[in-house]
């Protein structure tokens, strides 16, 4: 129970990554506010499994891409669990679809820009006021920021790009106030997001060449960021860590 008596938002909670990260976030002992986006029978069914664990939770409905939803994310957080934040998971993100440059117009690129960095320095910006020394931040940036995504992930790949700068820049900025700033950057975890974009036989392919030679899971993930959330990281800030069985090495 490294994280009793704590307070955790989850952007994008309910489900996949979000879903791994609040069960695994109230396992030990963290009190989880669990943000979806439009499927409360997800959210619903993540604050179950909380419950079956003997944890705390709420869920409120909110797009992080919109200040307004922001704002009332952490207003309803902070009145249910005592207004003062510790944990701060920005997961919400993805890559959406998959266009080459010339298909790219205007409309998309604010939507990727949006949904990936936008959401992470809307959410970050709210979060400060109610952290304290020992907080902690932990962003989702991606393997794509990397090596610079696959075929028609180049908006993507720079979103994700960028949370890894935002990332080192909070870390600077914060780190007098004791808040920490870390990010992780996944490859392939088997969630729907690769269920949806990319294929079976790309999937068997790389795991071929993986040197753990398997996918991630989303528990692989959850441990990584409740390391990151609890004390045993408190020396630990400004890092983009991989998580990706080994496929890439910084």
Same mark, same amino acid.
């Given at each position: ?6 307070? *955790?938002?989850?952007?994008?909670? *309910? ?34 499994? /909380? ?13 992080? %891409?919109?200040? *307004?939803? /922001? ?52 959410? %970050? ?63 392939? +975890? ?8 990319? %294929? ?21 993930? *959850? ?12 020396? +630990?800030?400004? %890092?983009? /860590?991989? +998580? ?7």
């Amino acid at each position: 129970m490294k994280l009793k008596g704590k307070v *955790a938002i989850v952007t994008g909670g *309910a489900r996949d990554l979000g879903r791994a990260i609040s069960v695994k976030l109230a396992s030990e002992g963290a009190k989880v506010v669990i943000n979806y986006f439009d499927k409360i029978e997800e959210a619903e069914d993540t604050q179950k499994m /909380v419950k079956e664990i003997g944890g705390e939770s709420i869920i409120v409905q909110g797009d992080m %891409t919109k200040a *307004a939803d /922001v704002k009332r994310l952490f207003d309803e957080g902070m009145k249910a669990f005592g207004g003062k934040l510790d944990i701060l998971v920005n997961v919400v993100g993805g890559l959406v679809g998959r266009k080459t440059i010339t298909e790219q117009d205007e409309d998309w690129y604010n939507f990727l820009m949006d949904v990936n960095m936008k959401s992470c320095w809307l959410c %970050t910006r709210e979060a400060v006021p109610y952290m304290t020394d020992g907080g902690s931040i932990i962003n989702f940036s991606s393997l794509a920021a990397r090596d610079g995504g696959g075929a028609g992930a180049s908006l993507y790949a720079t979103s994700k790009g960028a949370v890894m700068t935002f990332t080192r820049s909070m870390a600077k900025e914060l780190g007098p106030k004791g808040i920490r700033v870390n990010a992780l950057a996944p490859g392939t +975890i088997a969630t729907s997001f690769h269920d949806r974009f990319n %294929t079976p036989e790309n999937r068997e392919k790389m795991k071929a060449v993986y040197p753990l030679r398997r996918e991630g899971d989303a528990d692989d993930v *959850a441990d990584l960021v409740a390391f990151f959330a609890a004390d045993d990281s408190d020396y +630990i800030t400004g %890092t983009n /860590v991989d +998580i990706n069985g080994g496929i890439f090495f910084s």
